[in-house]
């Protein structure tokens, strides 16, 4: 088996059973360049996913900061991004993203359900506006990836009339 000429960058958690980790290793192990840009240490723990809600706005500022710098310093090293959920993401960033890495394949793989924002590990509305600059978004429901399409239908014609 020849070695993968891509190089890619894994953006999401970095614990050992995540599925961007199961990702990190299936890439190495058939010979790919692969990095991986840790945007947070996973926790279930009750407390802190409260001062992540309290203070996401905070919080998701930082994680986008974090993200850009490492973008800017790093532009030129990955053919493809793949970005687990991404819930912290806004529109505004990824682009930034995008313009520095321009010819980059950014691909979000998201394994929950995007509408479900009563939980912040979940999805957020501004994970739903992002999900149309992706150049692949990576869904597991056929019921969900036609509400996706509708919405971005929906929001595509918004910008036409506006």
């Not at 429901?141 to 506006?162: A, D, F, G």
Request: with cysteine; net charge positive.
């Amino acid at each position: 088996m020849g070695k993968i000429k891509n190089k890619i960058l894994i953006i999401g958690a970095k614990e050992k059973t995540s599925l961007e980790m199961m990702y990190y290793r299936a890439f190495k192990s058939i010979g790919a360049t692969v990095a991986l840009f840790q945007i947070e240490k996973d926790t279930n723990n009750f407390f802190l996913l409260k001062i992540k809600k309290i203070f996401k706005l905070i919080y998701f500022p930082y994680v986008r900061k974090r993200l850009l710098n490492f973008i800017k310093n790093n532009s030129k090293n990955f053919d493809i991004v793949i970005v687990f959920k991404g819930i912290y993401l806004n529109t505004n960033t990824l682009i930034k993203c995008k313009d520095i890495t321009k010819k980059t394949i950014w691909i979000n793989i998201f394994a929950d359900d995007p509408f479900n924002s009563q939980f912040i590990k979940e999805s957020n509305y501004k994970l739903l506006n992002t999900i149309r600059y992706y150049d692949f978004f990576c869904i597991w429901s056929y019921r969900i990836l036609r509400k996706l399409k509708k919405i971005i239908k929906n929001k595509r014609s918004e910008e036409h009339t506006s």
